[in-house]
């Protein structure tokens, strides 16, 4: 049974920063893109960005590019979201997801990834 366990939302101040963690347990994860997506009320849910199995390349949204990072460390079935100066419209649910078809071609569809967290909250303020 694979588990994907997002943590480390909350509120901030615009400008500022978060750390989104997700543990992953279950299967094979070092194998696997992670992908980062979020989802706002009443907007659909939107790639924020993926890296492949070895962190060896990343990709991200446009709106995103130059504000956030994605790592990994495969000793802990993690991957991590650092959220740099974070923005009002960065405000919604995050998700974590795993690919487990793929380990170096990163998709940016939600059909691509297989295996979803539960989501986390982030709420930017002004």
């Known amino acids: 049974q694979v588990q994907l366990v997002e943590s480390g939302g909350g509120l901030v101040q615009a400008g500022g920063s978060l750390r989104l963690s997700c543990a992953a347990s279950?299967?094979?994860?070092?194998?696997?893109?992670m992908g980062w997506f979020r989802q706002a009320p009443g907007k659909e849910r939107e790639f924020v960005g993926a890296?492949?199995?070895?962190?060896?390349?990343?990709q991200y949204a446009d709106s995103v590019k130059g504000r956030f990072t994605i790592s990994r460390d495969n000793t802990k079935n993690t991957v991590y979201l650092q959220m740099n100066s974070l923005k009002l419209e960065d405000t919604a649910v995050y998700y974590c997801?795993?690919?487990?078809?793929?380990?170096?071609?990163?998709?940016?569809?939600?059909?691509?990834?297989?295996?979803w967290g539960q989501g986390t909250q982030v709420t930017v303020s002004s």
């Open positions: 279950g299967r094979t994860f070092r194998d696997d893109v």
């Open positions: 997801a795993e690919d487990s078809m793929r380990a170096t071609t990163i998709r940016t569809v939600t059909t691509a990834y297989n295996y």
């Open positions: 890296i492949t199995w070895n962190g060896g390349r990343t």
